[in-house]
C-alpha cells in the first residue's frame, strides 16, 4: 500500500470516526437538533449536541488524520445532519407529537452551526496532534542548520 492509499484509508477512517462520535453524541443526549418543539427547544442538551459534539468530532477526526484533519472534519457533522434530517422526513425515524421538521433552509443554518464547531474541533486537534500551528515547527525547519551556514533564521542568523 502506498502513501497515498494510506492516506485516503487514514481519511476514511477518520470521517467514520467523527461521525461515530457525532451519532453517539447525539443519541446519549436524546436530542435531534433537526427538530422544532418550540422555545424548549434550546435546552442544554440542544447547545450540547450543536457544539460540543461537533467539536469533539473535529478533534478525533484531526487527531486521527493529522496535518490536513481540520479539512476533513466539516464532514462528518455534514452527514450526520444530512443522514438523520433524511431519516426523520421519510419517517425512518417518527417525529415525536407536538416537534416540527425544520425547512429545509433553517435546516441548512443548523448544519453551518454544526460544521463550525467541528472546524475549530479540527484545529485544536491539529495542535494537540503537532504541537505547534502550521506546516513545521521552526525547531524541526532549521535542525540541519549549523554554525556556517547561511540557513537558520533572521535571528539566528545575527548571532
Not at 461537533?54 to 445532519?81: A, D, M, Q, T
Not at 505547534?132 to 525547519?141: A, C, M, Q
Amino acid at each position: 500500500m502506498n502513501r497515498q492509499q494510506r492516506r485516503i484509508l487514514t481519511g476514511i477512517v477518520a470521517i467514520i470516526a467523527g461521525m461515530a462520535v457525532c451519532f453517539i453524541g447525539d443519541q446519549l443526549l436524546g436530542v435531534y437538533v433537526e427538530l422544532w418543539l418550540g422555545i424548549s427547544t434550546f435546552d442544554t442538551n440542544w447547545i450540547l449536541a450543536m457544539f460540543l459534539v461537533p467539536f469533539i468530532s473535529g478533534i478525533v477526526v484531526s487527531g486521527l488524520y493529522g496535518l490536513g484533519g481540520k479539512w476533513l472534519c466539516y464532514l462528518p457533522p455534514i452527514f450526520v445532519r444530512a443522514i438523520t434530517y433524511f431519516s426523520l422526513a421519510t419517517g425512518v425515524i417518527e417525529v415525536p407529537e407536538g416537534a416540527e421538521l425544520l425547512t429545509f433552509p433553517l435546516w441548512v443554518l443548523i448544519v453551518i452551526l454544526a460544521f463550525e464547531a467541528a472546524a475549530f474541533g479540527g484545529v485544536a486537534g491539529e495542535i494537540l496532534v503537532k504541537k505547534t500551528y502550521g506546516r513545521h515547527p521552526e525547531r524541526i525547519l532549521y535542525q540541519g542548520d549549523k554554525e556556517g551556514s547561511t540557513g537558520g533564521t533572521e535571528t539566528e542568523q545575527r548571532k
